[in-house]
């Protein structure tokens, strides 16, 4: 069964940095993509960040370009997002996520906020 377990989240003020983590287990890693998608209240889920199977390309939201880059690391099943010149605009839950044989797979999220 595939399982997707954030780690990382936290309060930070403005400008902070947190590095989150994910876990993954239940199917072979490196041949899917990654992604690290995010959710405030009240506002619609948003991808922020995905990354390939080789860890070769990447892609970012334009609101964190520049601040966020999302990193994998095949041989522990681990994808990482590194934020950084973190805003109260980034508080979110933000989740892990697997699309494999046409199902998708959401980890537990973890909390970020941004506050002063």
């Known amino acids: 069964q595939v399982r997707l377990v954030e780690s990382g989240g936290g309060l930070v003020q403005p400008g902070g940095s947190l590095r989150l983590s994910c876990a993954a287990s239940?199917?072979?890693?490196?041949?899917?993509?990654m992604s690290w998608f995010r959710q405030a209240p009240g506002k619609e889920r948003e991808s922020v960040a995905r990354?390939?199977?080789?860890?070769?390309?990447?892609t970012t939201l334009n609101a964190v370009k520049g601040r966020f880059t999302i990193s994998r690391d095949n041989a522990k099943n681990m994808v990482y997002l590194q934020m950084n010149s973190l805003k109260p605009e980034d508080t979110a839950v933000y989740y892990c996520?697997?699309?494999?044989?046409?199902?998708?797979?959401w980890g537990q999220g973890t909390q970020v906020t941004v506050s002063s």
């Open positions: 239940g199917f072979t890693f490196s041949r899917y993509s």
């Open positions: 996520n697997v699309v494999r044989w046409g199902s998708t797979y």
């Open positions: 990354i390939t199977g080789a860890g070769d390309t990447t």
